[in-house]
Structure formats: structure tokens, C-alpha cells
């Protein structure tokens, strides 16, 4: 089956520019994620959606940045306006098991990802 | 809240040594737990996972045991070679599906 898509690989901006990438899914997962990877540290979930509702957007900085699925397939992750913290690799994964999963046993499927630098 | 802790790194060893990184976590409840691995210009891919209590999770020859008790899962190889050189994570999963990810443990293994 083909894998999580995402575009695009490289991209580098000036602080308070816009940028937004865009995450294609395993064709009929239902949940999708994003998340944010610092360099040195583990990747940090920024917002969770199931078909094309939000289930956990606790650590997404709502101030600048905003995501959307439409459709409940592909979706797309924007920064408005972007600071220098903002440098990060931004992962798209999707699993098949909606909320509810047991026990959280439900995996994740990773896309290659996003590197963003903010000059 | 909930976190997961390993092992400081990066870790270097040499070719068919054993390796231990170690992880332990705080979590509500019991969660599953997980270990993904990042190779070189890769994106993350699961290793391994086990979903209750005492469950070994194995996978390329490399084991993990959900230890309860210690809130840990310790990742172990019995042999490195030097194409297990990678970034390696520990995470657990909610019943939401999400996954709380470690700082990561980078190895390189020298031939």
C-alpha cells in the first residue's frame, strides 16, 4: 500500500513569513496526526483528527498556526506568521483505529516529513 | 503528566555488542508502549510494541518487555550491526490514539 504523502520535503522562509504543507493519508485511515519534531527532541503532537474532526488540538499555538481535513482525507497545516522556534520537521502520520482503539494499541504510520527553516 | 524518559545518548558501539537503551514512563492507566526507530533520511517506522503488562515486544532481533511494575520498556539487541545505526524512540498510546514520544536515543555502531 502506498504510504503517507507529504509536501513539501524542504522549505525555508523568513520569520513572519507563511508557509503550509500538505499530508496525504493511507487511503481509509481515519485518524491523522500531526506533529512537530525539534531537532534533539521527540516529536510533539500538535493536533489530532478523526475523518474530518478535531479530537486533541491542546498543543497547537492557535495564534499562528491552523489545520484543516477536508473531506476527512488529505489535510493541510499552516504557520501564520512564522517565528525562528518554528524551525522544526513537521510529521504527518495515520492509523486505521479511530479513538476508542485498546489500550492506544493502534499504530502509527509516519510520513517522511517537512523540514522548515525560519530565518 | 504524562512523559516518557530514556536514555541519555548518543550511544557508540562496536559491531555485534549488546545494547540496552533504556526507557520508563508516567502514564494514567496502562497504555501501550511502543518503540519506533528513525534511520538516516527516513521517516519514523514502528519497531516494536506490546500492549499489556508483560508482553515482550520483538522485532529484527531486538526485544522489549512492558514491565509494569518499573513502568518500563527497555529496548535490547543482542548483536548490533552497524545498519542499526539510527535515532530510536520510546512512546506509549492512549486509548485516543495518540503517542507521547521520548527525546529520542541516537546509536552509531563502528565496524
Redesign the interface.
Known amino acids: 500500500e502506498a504510504g503517507?504523502a507529504q509536501s513539501p520535503r524542504y522549505k525555508i522562509i523568513e520569520k513572519r513569513q507563511s508557509v503550509a504543507f500538505w499530508c496525504n493519508p493511507i487511503s481509509g485511515h481515519a485518524?491523522l496526526?500531526w506533529y512537530q519534531q525539534i531537532l534533539?527532541?521527540?516529536?510533539?503532537?500538535l493536533i489530532?483528527f478523526?475523518n474530518n474532526g478535531v479530537?486533541?488540538d491542546s498543543q497547537l499555538p492557535k495564534d499562528r498556526f491552523s489545520a484543516e481535513r477536508l473531506k476527512g482525507v488529505d489535510s493541510t497545516l499552516k504557520i501564520q506568521p512564522a517565528k525562528l522556534e518554528d524551525s522544526a520537521v513537521y510529521?504527518c502520520?495515520s492509523?486505521a483505529?479511530?479513538?476508542?482503539?485498546?489500550?492506544?494499541?493502534?499504530?502509527?504510520?509516519?510520513?517522511?516529513?517537512s523540514r522548515l527553516t525560519v530565518l | 503528566g504524562d512523559s516518557v524518559t530514556q536514555m541519555e545518548g548518543p550511544v557508540t558501539l562496536s559491531e555485534e555488542a549488546f545494547l540496552t537503551i533504556n526507557c520508563t514512563y508516567t502514564a494514567t492507566g496502562y497504555p501501550s508502549l511502543f518503540w519506533y526507530v528513525q534511520y538516516p533520511g527516513e521517516g519514523l517506522q514502528l519497531l516494536l510494541k506490546a500492549t499489556k503488562a508483560d508482553d515482550k515486544g520483538s522485532n529484527k532481533g531486538f526485544e522489549a518487555t512492558y514491565r509494569k511494575e518499573t513502568t518500563s520498556f527497555h529496548l535490547e539487541k543482542g548483536s548490533v550491526q552497524v545498519s542499526d545505526s539510527a535515532v530510536y524512540f520510546c512512546a506509549f498510546g492512549t486509548s485516543y490514539g495518540k503517542l507521547t514520544f521520548g527525546q529520542g536515543t541516537i546509536l552509531t555502531v563502528h565496524p
Do not use: R, W
Open positions: 503517507v485518524t496526526y534533539g527532541q521527540g516529536p510533539k503532537l489530532q478523526q479530537v486533541d510529521l502520520a492509523s483505529t479511530g479513538t476508542g482503539g485498546i489500550s492506544g494499541a493502534n499504530v502509527l504510520t509516519f510520513g517522511a516529513g
